[in-house]
């Protein structure tokens, strides 16, 4: 252990928020140092990562759904776990280079955050992606976990918290005491379904057949769960599914709101049935502490208006929600001897 203790003096230990759209990575005492899409760009029909293994992130992002015949551009990640494990490797891999640099000898200790729905096999899947990318130990830590330690939540105590982390491909409901989970819910239902429900009603009503990545613009810019004070519209382009020729539309931020109901809805049902499992003291606990919202679905313009209509409880949206897992995997490793007890996350261990 204390050998351990010394190599992480020399090493940049990390802790990374491997997700469905973006990873982030924080080091200890430095914060969040990268924010990338989890995106690589490689050669068709092979796994060989383009620009001699640095199209990963920003410069393959930029490729999704513009890329020629010889060229594919990949996200390894499905509804949050890995889908494509040689994939998510080399972006780990990339990933780690880039933070550690290429000088470091010692390998990192990482912290990695998985949903707290997934399998053993998809956890090892996960551990071992993280080994052949060059890391010395790794810990898995639940992201509902992660998001609260991030949130500044006091999960440890004997209150109960209520984090929800909508990410990319999953929504991570959970009620957490005593630095453990009481219950919690993970659903497949995220922020890309709400890309998926937009690109579905340009396609229903207007025959536009429109990207992933205007689908996303669309629901940052004009996207709510809640009437807005202001109603917003925006110009769209695309396809036209008939003629097969580019043309423009206007749409409005009420016909979003109401594209994206079903996702919105399957995440309140989550979070009622999480509730509803909730013991009577810890419930009693939420009507004075509420519930706290994270990940980058947390933007949605009124969702926590709409959250809190649902259960009659006080919603809050966490500072800097895209960060929040990233922070709390790094505020992990500082507390790392006093808390891997409590979370058997070390698969070797």
């Not at 080091?27 to 383009?50: D, F, Y």
């Not at 491909?169 to 922020?191: K, N």
């Not at 709101?257 to 009622?272: C, D, F, H, N, T």
């Not at 969702?303 to 709390?328: F, Q, Y």
Request: charged share 25%.
């Amino acid at each position: 252990m204390f050998i351990d203790r010394l190599l992480g003096l020399l090493s940049v230990d990390m802790g990374i928020d491997l997700g469905t759209c973006n990873t982030l990575v924080a080091v200890r005492g430095q914060g969040i140092v990268l924010n990338e899409p989890s995106v690589v760009a490689v050669r068709k029909g092979t796994n060989q990562v383009l620009k001699g293994g640095e199209a990963v992130g920003w410069v393959a992002k930029e490729m999704l759904g513009k890329t020629p015949g010889s060229i594919t551009a990949v996200r390894p990640l499905k509804d949050g776990v890995i889908s494509d494990f040689e994939i998510t490797e080399a972006m780990l891999g990339y990933f780690i280079k880039k933070v550690t640099g290429r000088r470091s000898i010692i390998g990192p200790r990482v912290v990695i955050s998985i949903p707290s729905g997934i399998t053993a096999v998809e956890k090892r899947a996960v551990f071992d992606s993280a080994e052949h990318a060059g890391a010395r130990r790794t810990f898995l830590l639940e992201e509902p976990v992660a998001a609260a330690i991030g949130a500044g939540l006091p999960f440890a105590e004997a209150t109960a918290s209520m984090i929800v982390d909508i990410g990319g491909g999953t929504t991570e409901v959970a009620i957490m005491s005593l630095a453990d989970i009481a219950t919690c819910e993970s659903i497949r239902v995220a922020g890309d379904d709400f890309d998926e429900a937009i690109i579905g009603h340009m396609r229903k009503v207007y025959n536009l057949m429109i990207g992933e990545q205007t689908a996303e613009r669309i629901k940052i810019e004009i996207g709510s769960a809640a009437p807005l004070r202001e109603e917003l519209s925006m110009e769209v382009r695309g396809r036209d599914m008939i003629s097969g020729m580019p043309r423009k539309t206007v749409i409005t931020s009420e016909e979003v709101r109401e594209a994206l109901m079903e996702p919105v809805g399957s995440i309140i049902e989550a979070v009622k049935r999480t509730l509803e499992r909730a013991e009577p003291e810890l419930a009693a606990d939420l009507v004075e502490n509420g519930i706290t919202l994270a990940g980058g679905g947390a933007l949605l313009r009124g969702l926590s208006t709409t959250l809190g209509k649902a259960t009659g409880l006080d919603v809050n949206v966490a500072e800097d929600p895209l960060t929040c897992v990233a922070r709390g995997t790094a505020i992990y490793l500082e507390h790392l001897e006093e808390w891997k007890v409590t979370l058997e996350n070390d698969l070797d261990g």
